[in-house]
């Protein structure tokens, strides 16, 4: 079904593949679980209290995140904030037993096929509609903005629009950041 670890898999198999014919070296595929709507809620929770005492301490875009979507603040670069947010609690330790068996499973397949991956706790795409698989594929020579291309699983966006049951898995390329990718490992 569209909903297995299986499908998460084939997708990011088919990317690796992707990138490996197009000649992209040294990508690095980032993989997290964001989980399910409950397991995201209480995160959120977790997460706002843990922010609370020492938001104040953040960049102002820190402070913003922290109200507006404090998931964002995982993805913040300013490296005074990186101690505050080293300390911060991760999704992977709000997940459901579905959840985690789940994302053990798109592990488990990954390595079965030979596709190389980190999991990156801070990894949250930022987005409300992304359920369970969250991920990016990156490349270390273009600095800080390094993700070449990310998406996740998104069970229930269509019926949050009216919509019918289409639970899915999609991603989004940087085209900018692919040619970047693709010209430095010409060169390589």
């Not at 990138?19 to 980032?30: H, I, M």
């Not at 300390?87 to 709000?94: C, E, F, N, W």
């Not at 789940?102 to 096929?113: D, G, I, N, P």
């Not at 801070?122 to 991920?135: Q, W």
């Amino acid at each position: 079904g569209s909903e297995s670890p299986a499908r998460d898999a084939e997708v990011l198999e088919m990317l690796a593949t992707l990138l490996d014919r197009l000649g992209v070296s040294d990508w690095r595929l980032e993989l997290n679980s964001v989980g399910c709507a409950h397991d995201r809620k209480r995160f959120d929770d977790a997460l706002r209290k843990a922010l609370k005492p020492v938001v104040h301490k953040m960049c102002a875009d820190c402070q913003r995140r922290a109200t507006a979507n404090p998931l964002r603040v995982f993805d913040c670069k300013v490296p005074e904030d990186q101690p505050i947010i080293e300390k911060l609690p991760r999704v992977l330790h709000y997940l459901d037993e579905a959840c985690q068996k789940h994302f053990a499973e798109v592990q488990e397949l990954l390595q079965a096929v030979g596709v190389p991956f980190v999991i990156n706790d801070r990894l949250g795409r930022g987005l409300d509609y992304y359920t369970r698989t969250a991920f990016e594929f990156a490349h270390g020579a273009l600095g800080a903005q390094n993700a070449i291309l990310g998406g996740g699983r998104y069970d229930g966006l269509s019926e949050a629009l009216g919509g019918p049951r289409a639970p899915g898995i999609g991603f989004a390329i940087g085209e900018d950041r692919l040619v970047l990718a693709l010209q430095e490992s010409a060169e390589a």
